[in-house]
């Protein structure tokens, strides 16, 4: 197939938001638990099995007094009161554990794990589907209590039980004490244990135990999937969902102050994806993310509903104000001045600048009369106080605007290249905000790299009405997959993205300032369709193009503004669309770089059948 396209760069089109490709940050496939939040013990607080907020457990099922029910455990695990948590003994020594309410250190951390034993014993944690022993440095406490013993060993060990490192801790004593250690990992070893050894004869009560590899970024941050993170050069971060800040319940709702302060003060929640979660990741953690990345902030809140396609719970009136209340101090904690209150709190918690607060979305998902009634209450406040966020409506609120409203998408391979001309001409400004093709494309593949990249097309295309977009899931550790397709994937010890990662980066990293005509307009149903967006960034002409055929096109592009010389092509593609990445091969399906000539204000190409490709060359 062969096709001719002109580019027109005098012809402005639209005008990008600089940063307009973000990312969306949600607790879902142990996204920030086992995964970007560096914790490597499992458990640490011992409440794993604490009951959903605001339901009750019964066969492996929570329910709802409305009649709402779902897994307990989505990784469908047996059983264990203490999970994550098993002893070693030597032999001839003996030893048991149990989950305890007896005495908490913090009312709100009710829970704790009390080892009686007699001999050499070890408290394991096997982490999150084991803890990959690095080289380099961990460090970590301990706040436990015992009257019969005052040192106890801490390190990672092999599954044999050799231990990799290891260290003493000292002084425990008849009350809680928080005992810090560090010790220094010098061979590694990719699939280790994290253990406590006692010996003698008694009891000892553990409240808290956690373990993070000195490399953490900003000492949270897990380092080789914030690398990830970063390629992608996100232009915001949004946080921290999705449905987990609607909760099955609004008990079970994220409540953004319990996950604030030392994190042994934390006392988690049940994420309603099917896993509790620490709140390691909480309000100054996602902030310090987005910071870290450069990104704007997107902070997505409650609006007194619950999540409507689960259990939907709603309050009205007084305790709707509290709701709002809760908002406000929220956002006085991203970004009031240390003089407020919760700007205080945030000083005290170690970051006394202001953080970029970007855009607040109000609600997530929630639809119908009872948003539509609350939506204008907590947009006009927020536009009184604080005029210059970017106000998000979740959904197309009748009689009323917002300065964005929240499309979702989530869909099959053929969907988006349909879809060319969904935000054509004029209408309300748009954040695309959850987007993926993910059905009939196995965990993610070429295909729905491609897929998504005409989307992404015509989205550039209409900038001025798609103002930012953020794919979604972000986040996916492998033992966990509780949706099917997600950008970045990984285990214990490995990392990859899928195609769509690298669509992502390169729309992300290739931004131009001025999106410019061209004449490749897609016929419906035409097999000689690219799907094109061209820019100007600079002096760079930037050509995105997607080529959703199983055949190559031919294509010159003509421009007379093009100067002489070298361009450069960079393509996503490979030999079958089912094509993809694993935690061996991350690099199977990404971007590889050529640089080719441009002659007489033309480029002349092979765009590859089922690619993504950008061409950016200098312009007079
Ligand atoms: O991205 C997964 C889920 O999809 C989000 O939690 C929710 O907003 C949407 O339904």
């Known amino acids: 197939m062969k096709k001719t396209v002109n580019i027109f760069p005098e012809q402005k089109i639209g005008t990008p938001n600089p940063k307009m490709w973000g990312v969306f940050y949600e607790e879902i496939n142990h996204a920030g638990d086992g995964g970007l939040y560096a914790e490597l013990i499992r458990n640490r607080n011992f409440a794993d099995q604490e009951v959903a ?13 409305k009649g709402f029910t779902d897994d307990f455990n989505s990784n469908h695990e047996p059983w264990t009161p203490l999970p994550g948590w098993s002893l070693k003994k030597t032999v001839g020594a003996m030893a048991d554990m149990e989950r305890i309410y007896d005495d908490p250190r913090n009312p709100e951390c009710p829970v704790q794990l009390r080892m009686m034993f007699k001999g050499k014993v070890r408290l394991v944690n096997k982490g999150y589907w084991g803890i990959s022993a690095k080289e380099g440095g961990y460090h970590g406490f301990v706040i436990a209590k015992s009257e019969d013993i005052s040192t ?5 060990m092999k599954k044999d039980g050799s231990v990799v490192a290891s260290t003493l801790i000292e002084g425990l004593g008849a009350a809680y004490k928080k005992i810090d250690f560090a010790f220094t990992v010098t061979t590694p070893d990719m699939d280790t244990r994290f253990f406590i050894e006692v010996d003698g004869s008694g009891e000892i009560v553990f409240d808290f135990v956690s373990l993070m590899p000195d490399n953490a970024v900003c000492g949270v941050f897990r380092k080789d999937l914030f690398d990830m993170l970063d390629g992608m050069k996100p232009g915001f971060l949004r946080f921290p969902g999705g449905c987990v800040i609607e909760g099955i319940t609004l008990e079970n709702a994220i409540h953004w102050k319990k996950t604030v302060g030392n994190i042994e003060d934390r006392p988690g929640h049940w994420d309603l994806w099917g896993y509790r979660c620490t709140d390691g990741m909480g309000m100054l953690e996602f902030c310090m993310l987005g910071e870290a990345l450069g990104a704007d ?20 009136g007084e305790e709707l104000d509290w709701w709002i209340q809760n908002m406000l101090d929220g956002v006085e904690y991203i970004c009031g001045d240390v003089s407020t209150p919760w700007g205080a709190k945030r000083a005290a918690d170690g970051h006394p600048e202001p953080f970029n607060l970007k855009y607040l979305e109000i609600g997530n998902e929630n639809w119908g009369e009872v948003y539509w009634k609350r939506f204008p209450i907590f947009r006009d406040l927020l536009r009184e106080k604080y005029p210059d966020i970017t106000l998000i409506s979740d959904v197309r609120v009748p009689n009323e605007t917002c300065d964005l409203v929240d499309d979702h998408y989530y869909t099959t391979p053929e969907i988006f290249p349909s879809m060319f001309d969904r935000y054509s001409g004029e209408g309300e400004k748009v954040y695309v905000g959850e987007y993926a093709c993910n059905g009939n494309v196995g965990y993610g593949n070429l295909l729905s790299a491609i897929s998504e990249a005409t989307f992404m097309t015509h989205m550039e295309n209409c900038c001025d009405r798609v103002r930012i977009a953020s794919y979604a899931p972000l986040l996916c550790n492998e033992n966990n997959r509780r949706w099917p397709v997600n950008l970045i994937n990984f285990d214990r010890s490995g990392v990859f993205g899928l195609p769509s990662y690298y669509v992502q980066k390169l729309f992300a990293t290739n931004a131009v300032e001025a999106v410019v005509k061209n004449d490749a307009d897609v016929v419906k149903g035409s097999n000689s369709n690219l799907y094109i967006t061209s820019g100007i960034a600079g ?14 096109i031919a294509t010159e592009f003509i421009c007379d503004a093009i100067k ?42 092979d765009i590859s059948a089922m690619s993504f490709n950008v061409i950016k060359v200098k312009i007079k």
């Open 539 to 552: 002096d760079d002409l930037i050509i995105k193009i997607a080529n959703f055929n199983p055949e190559a």
């Open 152 to 156: 106890a060993k801490v390190g990672l």
């Open 297 to 316: 902030l997107m902070y997505v809140f409650n609006v007194g509903m619950s999540c409507q396609a689960r259990n939907s719970e709603y309050v009205d």
């Open 53 to 65: 907020e605001g339901a009750f457990y019964s066969s492996g099922k929570i329910r709802t007094v």
């Open 564 to 605: 002489e010389g070298d361009y450069e092509l960079t393509v996503v593609s490979s030999e079958n669309e089912t094509d993809t990445n694993t935690v061996l091969y991350p690099r199977n399906v990404a971007d590889s770089v050529d640089t080719e000539k441009a002659e007489n204000g033309k480029i002349k190409v």
